[in-house]
């Protein structure tokens, strides 16, 4: 058997697909649903209902309930409730949206408080949704929010219960098999209730919304699957699958095209894995584009650290190391799908990071795509390895700007936390763009230097630079001036260049919160599709 064909649990064919979205112009009071939701504000006298269309019976016995239960309305929080008068459900979760600012709430209270409360329904197939959503951006924020809520990832539970045998899968109350790691089954159905304006930008938000919803689902999906069955060659496919029906180009180069064409920081890496290095382009050249950008995503399966062995504690999490390759593949499907008017190329740094008798050794010199050359002293230092060969190849193409998403840095993690990512670039405004559309977009995104001092500290006696620093501080900036190495920066050939550190978000080791889930977040999705659609006006 080869290696490659180690059988697993599951393959984690079987997807969970989102739930089928409809914007509801029907009258509240005559639609029937399995649950709704329904949000509320924050006031000086308790909780009260957020949308004015609810019948009056209902507002009522709402108030009354979230009054009665202390309920008081604070963003995110929720309150199941049975059914009430007036609505045609068995089952109420309110929602809260804390004290607006001003008259309105934010399209980012929206897309949290709908994501806590799809979290929070329980056994329902359809789910009527009721939040604010006059003005587009808040549609599409609650539809955003709301699916990406109901997401689930039941493709590697049997559903079989301790000591049952397949004949007696766990039934869930309607009798159909509870997969998911609740034992509940998974939403199918949101109507989202747009009210009886039939607004042709109202429901192209709820369009756009589901179509970032998927693509920021494709990425989680990514990232929670094994790295048995995640892979260079499985990923290669899975993005191929997931361009099929698209006007994306897809390339993939093996480990004997790499190696004919000097792609020695990606072949280095994965040179210590049975499971052979890819590098993915994926072309989306519409006619009429206004501009091209590149997008170039860290897509280690798994990394052990390589002969640089990682501590056991801190190797589970390592199969998200390939979250910016998946974020970059979402992101290709998501401006595709959109048909947005601007050349995307996504390239997919992919490799296993494993410590395999053909491994590269600390001390290894190796020449990287273009010619450099890099001293590597510590193995676990890769993704700048993949990721200068990926950025080298997209600069080729001369596009209007290079954006990289990486899981790089363990440093960006005690920097900025498990939210928040970092973005460095060599160009003031590419910096500020990235962060500017990941508020607009509802991720946590800060910037960072890129202090020139630094690049000393990676000296090598033998090769061009080191592969990490001589000093311990500041790795998330030092891994960031490496990269950076491999941009033209300033001067004539000046190409704007940002890299964002997405290592502590792109996985949730913490409880889920908002729209967020346990394991892969989809990190920086949002923000990249976001950022085209702003450079496609
Ligand atoms: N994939 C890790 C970074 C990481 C750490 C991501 C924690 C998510 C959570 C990266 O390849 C790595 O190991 N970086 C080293 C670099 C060091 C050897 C200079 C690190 O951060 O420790
Ligand atoms: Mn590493
Ligand atoms: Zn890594």
Not at 110 to 129: I, M, W
Not at 224 to 237: I, K, V
Not at 256 to 276: D, E, M, T
């Amino acid at each position: 058997m080869s290696p490659t064909a180690t059988p697993s649990a599951q393959q984690g064919t079987t997807r969970d697909a989102l739930p089928a979205v409809t914007a509801s112009t029907r009258k509240l009071s005559g639609v029937t649903a399995d649950a709704a939701v329904v949000g509320m504000v924050q006031g000086p006298d308790g909780a009260t209902v957020a949308v004015e269309d609810l019948p009056e019976d209902s507002v009522h016995a709402l108030e009354a309930a979230a009054a009665a239960l202390d309920f008081t309305g604070k963003a995110s929080t929720t309150l199941r409730l049975p059914g009430v008068e007036g609505l045609e459900v068995d089952q109420v979760v309110l929602v809260g949206l804390g004290r607006p600012d001003g008259d309105d709430v934010t399209p980012d209270t929206l897309r949290r408080a709908a994501g806590a409360a799809l979290r929070a329904v329980s056994r329902a197939s359809t789910v009527l949704v009721v939040l604010p959503t006059e003005e587009a951006e808040h549609a599409r924020a609650v539809t955003e929010g709301a699916l990406l809520g109901a997401y689930r990832f039941t493709a590697y539970k049997s559903g079989l219960a301790s000591g049952a045998t397949t004949a007696s899968r766990d039934k869930d109350a309607k009798g159909k098999d509870a997969k998911g790691a609740d034992g509940r089954d998974g939403v199918t159905e949101l109507l989202v209730h747009v009210g009886a304006r039939r607004d042709k930008d109202v429901r192209a938000a709820v369009e756009r919304g589901q179509v970032v919803a998927a693509a920021v689902a494709l990425a989680r999906d990514l990232v929670n699957t094994p790295p048995l069955d995640l892979h260079p060659a499985t990923f290669a496919d899975r993005a191929e699958q997931a361009v099929r029906s698209l006007p994306v180009k897809v390339q993939v180069l093996d480990e004997k095209q790499l190696a004919r064409k000097g792609y020695g920081g990606i072949l280095a890496v994965g040179q210590g894995s049975s499971r052979p290095p890819r590098l993915v382009t994926l072309s989306y050249s519409p006619s009429r584009a206004k501009g091209h950008v590149a997008l170039v995503g860290k897509g280690i399966t798994f990394d052990t650290g390589g002969i640089s062995l990682k501590p056991p504690a801190s190797m589970p999490g390592m199969k998200a190391d390939m979250s910016g390759a998946a974020a970059v593949l979402s992101t290709v499907v998501a401006a595709a799908r959109l048909g947005l008017p601007v050349a995307v190329t996504g390239y997919l740094a992919l490799a296993e990071n494993m410590p395999g008798g053909a491994a590269q050794r600390p001390s290894d010199v190796i020449t990287m795509y273009g010619g450099r050359t890099v001293e590597v002293l510590n193995t676990d230092a890769e993704g700048r390895l993949v990721m200068a060969d990926a950025i080298v190849t997209a600069l080729e193409q001369s596009p209007d700007a290079v954006i990289d998403v990486a899981t790089l840095t363990g440093a960006q993690v005690v920097a900025l936390g498990s939210r928040v990512s970092g973005v460095m670039a060599n160009d003031d405004a590419l910096r500020s763009e990235v962060v500017a559309n990941a508020d607009v977009a509802g991720e946590e995104m800060w910037p960072m230097p890129l202090p020139a001092h630094l690049r000393a500290t990676m000296d090598s006696t033998v090769a061009d630079i080191a592969n990490i620093s001589s000093k311990r501080d500041a790795g998330m900036l030092t891994a960031g001036v490496f990269l950076q190495e491999f941009v033209p920066t300033g001067g004539e050939q000046h190409v704007p260049w940002a890299h964002v550190d997405i290592a502590g978000p792109a996985f949730n080791e913490g409880g889920p919160f908002d729209h967020v889930h346990k394991g892969g977040t989809g990190a920086a999705v949002a923000t990249l599709v976001r950022l085209l659609e702003n450079r496609s006006v």
